[in-house]
């Protein structure tokens, strides 16, 4: 049977009819009543920012921080009880999840005084542990193993917060900041860029064992690529029996199993997987070196009312907001959070090769205006 090429180049979308278009709501409600996991994560999401808004409320309103830096443990557990540069700058997940969760442990629960020969050092090798064993869970063929693998990894980060919590109750000082210098701050650093290869590793061992399919797309694309190189007089004929052969191959895939050729080599796959590494160790580095620029600009203790003010009036300004939530969505622990879910939905391949790309570029832009604009808030504060 003969099919118009046309079809295929305009798209599905323009054989939809404008019932379907109407009732684009409806089936969304009816597919998330399906699949309640998805459900779940669109709440989640929503909550997600629903606290972005209100946390920009409280950066619009923030004081020195001096003023506040002496914090409780009543007030440690707020979400917004004291806002540092770190805060801010840190993932979403990592500051409305983890963090609260880690901190109700150390205030509520106790955690360094029922075990104080437990260090922060200790809590740091043991979770770097759990990332070792998460490869043999990413690496499987099935599922419900590396889902498995999803829970243990975010067991990780919970330990991953959780040291720096008792960390600043061990030295009975509250306020959250990398303090530079110290043995936990590098092997905390160490630890996480362990984590992070672990994580890409158990990926690459599960796509060795279980190669992603290309996209029919794609296929097309590279069939009319082969065969339109022929006598452009063939034309129709070659159409109809590009779509046959691709007929022909899907039969073949259900009887004989999946064709190598349907699926992305293993150069492609490496290729893929270093440059999302690439990305992730530029996010990390560079977020760490943002952090650190910020936080000697804003949030340093200045004897001077005038040049204070001044701190406060550009921690305030709507760019400099927008700078700290560039990197709470480009840090490299959001996008440790975007993989494990692409994981847990098993979408792993699909959200590499989309993301690949604008991840890329978005960071780029990004790294190259917060330097811009730490440049610019360095040089206006030494007018003062």
């Not at 399906?34 to 994560?41: G, I, N, Q, T």
């Not at 808004?53 to 440690?76: E, F, V, W």
């Not at 205030?107 to 360094?112: G, I, M, N």
């Not at 889902?147 to 990780?156: D, Q």
Request: charged share 20%; net charge positive.
């Amino acid at each position: 049977m003969a099919v118009d090429i046309r079809k295929i180049n305009n798209g599905a979308s323009s054989t939809r009819s404008v019932y379907q278009h109407r009732h684009l709501c409806i089936r969304t409600f009816h597919l998330l009543r399906a699949y309640p996991a998805y459900s779940c994560l669109l709440l989640f999401v929503v909550y997600l920012q629903i606290m972005d808004m209100i946390l920009y409320c409280k950066i619009r309103s923030r004081g020195p921080l001096h003023a506040n830096a002496q914090t409780t443990s009543d007030t440690n557990l707020k979400l917004f009880a004291s806002l540092p540069v770190k805060r801010i700058m840190v993932g979403q997940i990592t500051q409305y999840v983890r963090s609260p969760l880690a901190e109700y442990v150390e205030s509520d629960l106790y955690f360094t005084s029922y075990f104080p020969s437990i260090s922060p050092n200790a809590i740091s090798m043991f979770h770097c542990f759990l990332s070792i064993i998460s490869i043999k869970f990413f690496s499987s063929d099935s599922l419900l193993q590396r889902r498995i693998g999803v829970l243990i990894f975010e067991f990780r980060n919970f330990l991953d917060c959780l040291d720096g919590v008792v960390f600043r109750a061990r030295i009975k000082n509250l306020r959250y900041k990398s303090y530079r210098g110290n043995l936990g701050y590098y092997m905390d650093g160490i630890t996480d860029v362990l984590s992070g290869i672990c994580l890409i590793v158990g990926c690459l061992l599960h796509f060795f064992k279980q190669r992603p399919l290309r996209s029919i797309t794609h296929k097309i694309n590279q069939t009319l690529s082969t065969r339109m190189s022929r006598s452009s007089d063939n034309e129709s004929e070659e159409a109809d029996l590009i779509i046959l052969n691709l007929d022909d191959e899907q039969k073949q895939q259900s009887t004989n199993g999946i064709n190598s050729n349907t699926c992305e080599t293993k150069a492609r796959i490496i290729i893929a997987l270093s440059i999302l590494s690439v990305r992730y160790a530029l996010a990390g580095m560079f977020w760490n070196r943002e952090v650190q620029a910020y936080e000697d600009l804003l949030d340093s203790y200045i004897n001077q009312s005038r040049r204070q003010d001044l701190q406060m009036t550009i921690l305030h300004s709507p760019l400099t907001i927008l700078m700290f939530y560039l990197w709470r969505y480009l840090s490299a622990i959001s996008v440790q959070d975007y993989l494990i879910f692409a994981i847990l939905f098993d979408r792993t391949w699909e959200f590499i090769q989309k993301t690949n790309k604008i991840g890329c570029l978005c960071l780029l832009i990004t790294i190259f205006a917060t330097e811009l604009h730490i440049d610019q808030i360095r040089s206006i504060l030494n007018l003062f």
